[in-house]
T-cell receptor, first 111, second 110 residues
């Protein structure tokens, strides 16, 4: 079945360094969503990308959707300790609303 | 605004005991509802989803069942818990494609 692969699984960075997580699919994605889960918390929706080549920014976060709609990335500039958590990408189904989640990337930030 | 509630927040149950987790949504009508399980340090596994009252789709064969007796109520149940049922259970709702998660229930089966 459809799979969304996400790398890396873990990333440790020094505060102030940049961070990127990548999401890849072997088939064309209808859309890509990004969620953040803080330690001990629940996933929270960050953004949805729909168009080929789309780029969206939220403060220090930059989200990209590939031209072929088979990959996506989330880039955080100058990480802060508040960025700690697990970032998930997911493809959404317009019929059922079901999400196919990537495995997540857990970010640790050293102060 | 919409809110989603789950209870209990934490639960410790012995192997073989029954389970009932409840999820309710406020502020929206006819939402799609979902149950996920997340093992410690792992990703999200979709267990069940529902597009309407009494309509349940199971994603993986398992020891659990789900029911939707009312439009905004989703219940996860088990007749006899297994050790492997331990985890973080998350309920979510959606109207379009974005999902909104509840606070979750941490279940430990001993």
């Amino acid at each position: 079945g459809q799979q969304v692969m996400q790398i890396p699984q873990y990333q440790h960075v020094q505060e102030g360094e940049d961070f990127t997580t990548y999401c890849n699919s072997s088939t064309t994605l209808s859309n890509i969503q990004w969620y953040k889960q803080r330690p001990g918390g629940h996933p929270v929706f960050l953004i949805q990308l729909v168009k080929s080549g789309e780029v969206k920014k939220q403060k220090r976060l930059t989200f990209q959707f590939g031209e072929a709609k088979k990959n996506s990335s989330l880039h955080i500039t100058a990480t802060q300790t508040t960025d700690v958590g697990t970032y998930f990408c997911a493809e959404g189904s317009s019929n059922t609303g079901k999400l196919i989640f990537g495995q997540g990337t857990t970010l640790q930030v050293k102060p | 605004s919409q809110t989603i509630h789950q209870w209990p927040a934490t639960l410790v149950q012995p192997v073989g005991s029954p389970l009932s987790l409840e999820c309710t949504v406020e502020g929206t009508s006819n939402p799609n509802l979902y149950w996920y399980r997340q093992a410690a340090g792992r990703g999200l596994q979709l267990l069940f989803y529902s597009v309407g009252i009494g309509q349940i789709s199971s994603e993986v064969p398992q020891n659990l069942s789900a029911s939707r007796p009312q439009d905004r109520q989703f219940i996860l149940s088990s007749k006899k818990l297994l050790l492997s049922d331990s985890g973080f259970y998350l309920c979510a709702w959606s109207v379009f494609e974005t999902q909104y998660f509840g606070p979750g229930t941490r279940l430990l089966v001993l």
